[in-house]
């Protein structure tokens, strides 16, 4: 089975540009969230989506951040400016259906870095 | 609201040693508990969860958590540690009740010495 793809891996920019991050997740996952894991500490929501619909955004820095889901399954994260406090690994995952005891699969995140 | 407590950002262990990684909760209705581990450059990976029933859960990689209601723990342990073991634990807990919303700690790094 294919994970969740991300991409770029890495991505380096000045602060004031704008950036944005891919998601696919696994085949069949209605539910697709974006962490923002800062060095050293634990991955923080940002933005959780049912199919097309946002469930939960109330982390999401609205004036800089935004993210859509048009067709219920690859989503982009995209910051516009960015800030050097945005320098972080953004992280992916999704779950299937919206059950809140299954497990959340993982990307392998897409690391900023703000200058 | 719902919260998930690490309390220590490290933990060192010789090889071959039991090792306990500490984590509580706090939560209104009935948790959901999950474990995850995430190595150098890679995104989380899922250890195990408690749901419902037994209070030992057993996981992926030789590891189990404990579930404690009274003193709301979900501690993670493992008989025999491992070199390969080293990487940064995180708790997660998500709550019956609500929208799926999956809070998680700030991480524990797990060192663990030949």
């Known amino acids: 089975e294919a994970g969740v793809a991300q991409s770029p891996r890495y991505k380096i920019i000045e602060k004031r540009q704008s950036v944005a991050f891919w998601c696919n997740p696994i085949s069949g996952h209605a539910t697709l969230y974006w962490y923002q894991q800062i060095l050293g500490q634990g991955p923080k929501l940002l933005i959780q989506f049912q199919n097309n619909g946002v469930v939960d955004d109330s982390q999401l820095p609205k004036d800089r951040f935004s993210a859509e889901r048009l067709k219920g399954v690859d989503s982009t994260l995209k910051i516009q400016p960015a800030k050097l406090e945005d320098s972080a690994v953004y992280l992916c995952?999704?779950?299937?259906?919206?059950?809140?005891?299954?497990?959340?699969?993982f990307g392998s995140g897409t690391q900023l870095s703000v200058l | 609201a719902q919260s998930v407590a690490q309390p220590e950002d490290q933990v060192n262990v010789a090889e071959g040693n039991p090792l306990t990684v500490k984590c509580t909760y706090s939560?209104?209705?009935?948790?959901?508990l999950f474990w995850y581990v995430q190595y150098p450059n890679r995104g989380l990976q899922f250890l195990l969860k408690?749901?419902?029933?037994?209070?030992l859960v057993k996981g992926s990689y030789g590891f189990e958590a404990e579930f404690n209601k009274s003193q709301t723990s979900f501690h993670l342990k493992k008989p025999s540690a491992l070199v390969s073991d080293s990487a940064l634990y995180f708790c997660?807990?998500?709550?019956?009740?609500?929208?799926?919303?999956?809070?998680f700690g700030s991480g524990t790094r797990l060192s663990i010495r030949p």
């Open positions: 995952a999704s779950r299937n259906q919206g059950a809140t005891n299954e497990k959340l699969f």
């Open positions: 997660a807990v998500n709550e019956y009740s609500s929208a799926s919303k999956i809070i």
């Open positions: 408690y749901i419902t029933g037994d209070n």
């Open positions: 939560v209104s209705g009935n948790p959901y």
